[in-house]
């Protein structure tokens, strides 16, 4: 027989099932599951990126040789690579080079000693070397440092005719002294000057990273030196190439070494790409080097101010 007490001790136990369900219902269970929710909505979002990211690289990757339609045949590109370069990237461009129907001439390798800012007295003194023994008219007598060894490091490598052409006595001697001063590193053989010349950059131009202020204040002072060195170098570089190309990594192109190029006036005077870890920013570089021939610039990727990728 049910008594009045049963009734009582079953409605207790009913109502402290009920409070109990809504302390952690509202407690930490609550956030638990509003947590976890978040983070399934933050998965999803992540795969959605990474699919849109896979689908602009698959379809690079397809239309790649359709786009170059073999437009870079008869026109070699030389490689400039500089410190900190991913090597991977390097070796997608170069087949993407030859998937436009090109080829690359050689690999030049520009040395630590050639951007650090301590140095420039042996580059000075190197330039004006090589000024006098290849005698009037080989370089521009009244040009900065570091532009008139870009300009002896344009006759070592390249050309401003349409196709490749031997290296002859003048690149040969530049050569043989940049490499004995330990400037750049060249390759073996004697291989042609080619009428496009890619430069490869790493993220930074090899300035040591510090989280010391003193010292993160005078890393800063040293990157802008080196951006300034490679900006002379490349000025001298445009005046006797065909075409020259920039490439470096997304967040290179972002805040690093890239970005840094991009704000110095030799910028106009060459074609810049960012994104060059991915197959979409290799087909882009391969698209401005094809672009280079007609004498156009500009620049592109993610943060090019010309568009994403040079179509025209």
Same mark, same amino acid.
């Given at each position: 027989?049910?008594?009045?007490?049963?009734?009582?001790?079953?409605?207790?136990?009913?109502?402290?099932?009920?409070?109990?369900?809504?302390?952690?219902?509202?407690?930490?269970?609550?956030?638990?599951?509003?947590?976890?929710?978040?983070?399934?909505?933050?998965?999803?979002?992540?795969?959605?990126?990474?699919?849109?990211?896979?689908?602009?690289?698959?379809?690079?990757?397809?239309?790649?040789?359709?786009?170059?339609?073999?437009?870079?045949?008869?026109?070699?590109?030389?490689?400039?690579?500089?410190?900190?370069?991913?090597?991977?990237?390097?070796?997608?461009?170069?087949?993407?080079?030859?998937?436009?129907?090109?080829?690359?001439?050689?690999?030049?390798?520009?040395?630590?000693?050639?951007?650090?800012?301590?140095?420039?007295?042996?580059?000075?003194?190197?330039?004006?070397?090589?000024?006098?023994? =290849?005698? %009037?008219? $080989?370089?521009?007598?009244?040009?900065?440092?570091? #532009?008139?060894? /870009?300009?002896?490091? @344009? +006759? &070592?490598?390249?050309?401003?005719?349409?196709?490749?052409?031997?290296?002859?006595?003048?690149?040969?001697?530049?050569?043989?002294?940049?490499?004995?001063?330990?400037?750049?590193?060249?390759?073996?053989?004697?291989?042609?000057?080619?009428?496009?010349?890619?430069?490869?950059?790493?993220?930074?131009?090899?300035?040591?990273?510090?989280?010391?202020?003193?010292?993160?204040?005078?890393?800063?002072?040293?990157?802008?030196?080196?951006?300034?060195?490679?900006?002379?170098?490349?000025?001298? =570089?445009? %005046?006797? $190439?065909?075409?020259?190309?920039?490439?470096?990594? #997304?967040?290179? /192109?972002?805040?690093? @070494? +890239? &970005?840094?190029?991009?704000?110095?006036?030799?910028?106009?005077?060459?074609?810049?790409?960012?994104?060059?870890?991915?197959?979409?920013?290799?087909?882009?570089?391969?698209?401005?080097?094809?672009?280079?021939?007609?004498?156009?610039?500009?620049?592109?990727?993610?943060?090019?101010?010309?568009?994403?990728?040079?179509?025209?």
């Amino acid at each position: 027989m049910i008594t009045y007490r049963h009734h009582i001790v079953s409605l207790v136990a009913v109502f402290l099932a009920l409070a109990v369900g809504i302390v952690l219902g509202g407690g930490p269970l609550s956030e638990l599951g509003r947590h976890e929710a978040a983070t399934a909505r933050a998965a999803e979002r992540t795969d959605q990126a990474r699919a849109v990211a896979s689908f602009g690289d698959d379809f690079a990757a397809a239309t790649a040789e359709k786009l170059y339609a073999g437009k870079l045949a008869e026109h070699p590109v030389a490689i400039l690579a500089a410190p900190g370069v991913d090597e991977q990237a390097v070796a997608a461009l170069s087949d993407q080079v030859a998937l436009a129907g090109g080829s690359v001439t050689a690999r030049y390798d520009l040395a630590e000693a050639l951007l650090d800012p301590s140095e420039k007295s042996l580059v000075d003194t190197l330039g004006s070397q090589l000024m006098t023994r =290849l005698g %009037e008219g $080989a370089v521009d007598a009244d040009a900065p440092t570091y #532009t008139r060894l /870009g300009e002896l490091l @344009s +006759l &070592a490598v390249a050309t401003d005719e349409e196709t490749s052409v031997p290296a002859g006595a003048w690149s040969t001697s530049v050569r043989e002294s940049l490499s004995a001063a330990d400037l750049v590193v060249m390759p073996k053989g004697d291989p042609g000057r080619a009428p496009l010349v890619l430069v490869v950059l790493g993220d930074d131009l090899g300035a040591s990273a510090t989280e010391d202020a003193a010292d993160a204040t005078e890393a800063a002072a040293d990157e802008r030196a080196r951006t300034a060195i490679l900006s002379g170098l490349l000025s001298g =570089l445009t %005046e006797k $190439a065909a075409g020259v190309v920039v490439a470096g990594s #997304t967040d290179g /192109g972002s805040d690093g @070494s +890239l &970005a840094a190029l991009r704000r110095e006036a030799v910028a106009a005077e060459l074609t810049t790409v960012d994104g060059v870890e991915s197959p979409l920013g290799q087909v882009t570089t391969t698209l401005a080097l094809v672009r280079a021939l007609s004498g156009q610039r500009g620049a592109f990727g993610a943060s090019g101010a010309d568009g994403a990728v040079p179509l025209t």
